[in-house]
């Protein structure tokens, strides 16, 4: 890990809450979508196999963000951090969050939302990660360089794994990065509610989707 003193400009913040805000707002319209929309076929076992996926995914995006934290919690504007998950992917968290984003579109039973989910997904972090790439470059010259040739922006490259013997962990950001992420968990009583109540005709059915 090559180490170096500077913090975030106040440009690059703007960015990231403007990406939380966007990506909110994409969320809650799907959310919209979602309950006025039903599967294809209804309860089918489709519907339900791809809900089991859903929630796979979003166990595997709660427990890959909270291992991503323990590497970069507190570390990501003052280092370049080049191991662990770090070293297959630059932006592994994000990853995870697209597996996460899958599998709480997936909770609706139609596959059609679940791509949606991860779509909004990838268009947000991808424009954020364009602007953090560009600080980064700034803050840490070729050092960013070289770790940014050796290691893919986001699909894992396994084989360039790279490991540390000891790991100093700071709890507050790995809670905090796990509280997150069980936000993801919300998406199961969510459509589960929209489940029942649309064939009570609480919520109107305006469209079908596979």
Not at 118 to 144: C, D, P
Not at 145 to 159: E, G, K, N, S
Request: net charge positive.
């Amino acid at each position: 890990m090559m180490t170096s003193p500077p913090l975030p400009s106040p440009d690059l913040r703007r960015v990231q809450l403007i990406r939380k805000a966007v990506l909110l707002a994409c969320i809650l319209a799907v959310v919209a979508l979602a309950m006025v929309s039903r599967s294809l076929g209804g309860e089918t076992a489709f519907h339900e196999g791809l809900e089991a996926v859903g929630l796979a995914a979003i166990a595997v995006c709660i427990v890959g963000r909270a291992w991503c934290s323990l590497y970069i919690g507190g570390r990501k504007k003052t280092e370049i951090v080049d191991r662990g998950p770090y070293s297959l992917s630059r932006n592994p968290l994000y990853v995870f969050s697209f597996l996460g984003a899958f599998g709480i579109g997936a909770q609706t039973g139609m596959l059609t939302l679940a791509v949606l989910f991860v779509a909004i997904a990838i268009a947000v972090f991808h424009a954020t990660v364009e602007r953090e790439e560009t600080w980064l470059a700034g803050a840490f010259g070729e050092a960013y360089a070289a770790y940014r040739m050796r290691t893919p922006r986001f699909w894992p490259a396994f084989a360039k794994w790279r490991d540390v013997e000891t790991l100093e962990v700071k709890p507050a950001f790995f809670l905090r990065t796990l509280k997150d992420g069980l936000v993801f968990l919300l998406a199961v009583p969510l459509f589960e509610s929209i489940d029942k109540l649309q064939p009570m005709g609480w919520l109107p059915v305006w469209f079908t989707l596979p």
